[in-house]
């Protein structure tokens, strides 16, 4: 049972535009949600996080959103650039049990020119 | 800051040999994990600790063993390789929950093939 779920395995857009990754979870003791991006032959690093009390979270270029009801996060980046062309995994937490993360099957994003 | 370090990067094995790939990092970091990574699967938490001495099982435990005798070190033993561990896989670590946000730092990963 997958518990992080992301369901498009790929996203293109064109330099500039919006990028919009979405996921969506269904264990509703989940209380912190992490973006990791991933390039090829790297190990994931951290992107963004945002904590459960709150529904977004922005940091430069990167945005995140929270919609508890839905169970839905979504990762906004603006404006794309090719260098963010990579795997971008969500992944989510109790963080009451202990720092054991759940990660989705990712979504490769390319980045047009 | 060498952060997580894991060796080897690259392993080839024959069905039924055994190995240990190497994690270490240098952030005193209590928890500390490996995944797996595979085609279509996303990251899969194989085991875990939360600090030295305590270990326990995650996703996909099964053919896997693992200590922590240290803080700093977390190995991962494969005592019987079998195809299906062809994989790439990834240690990563962090501060103990309460004590930091349970930001994951992972290493470069070891690309493991059994054939």
């Known amino acids: 049972d997958q518990q992080v779920k992301q369901n498009s395995p790929s996203l293109s857009v064109q330099e500039g535009r919006i990028s919009i990754l979405n996921c969506d979870y269904t264990?509703?003791?989940?209380?912190?949600f992490l973006w990791y991006k991933k390039y090829p032959a790297e190990g994931p690093t951290f992107l963004i996080s945002i904590s459960s009390i709150k529904d977004k979270n922005e940091d430069g270029r990167f945005t995140v959103f929270l919609n508890k009801s839905a169970k839905h996060l979504s990762l906004h980046i603006v404006p794309s650039q090719p260098g963010d062309s990579a795997v971008y995994f969500c992944a989510a937490s109790d963080t009451g049990a202990n720092s054991k993360l759940t990660f989705g099957k990712g979504i490769t994003l390319s980045v047009r020119p | 800051n060498a952060g997580v370090t894991q060796t080897p990067k690259f392993q080839v094995l024959k069905t039924g040999q055994s190995m240990t790939l190497q994690c270490a990092q240098d952030m005193n970091h209590e928890y500390m994990s490996w995944y797996r990574q595979d085609p279509g699967m996303g990251l899969r938490l194989i085991h875990y600790s939360v600090g030295a001495g305590i270990t326990d099982q995650g996703e996909v435990p099964n053919g896997y063993n693992v200590s922590r005798s240290t803080t700093e070190d977390f190995p991962l033993r494969l005592l019987s390789a079998a195809p299906s561990q062809t994989s790439v896989y990834f240690c990563a670590s962090s501060h103990a929950p309460g004590r930091g946000t349970g930001e994951l730092f992972f290493g470069e990963g070891s690309r493991l093939t059994v054939l």
């Open positions: 264990n509703s003791m989940f209380d912190y």
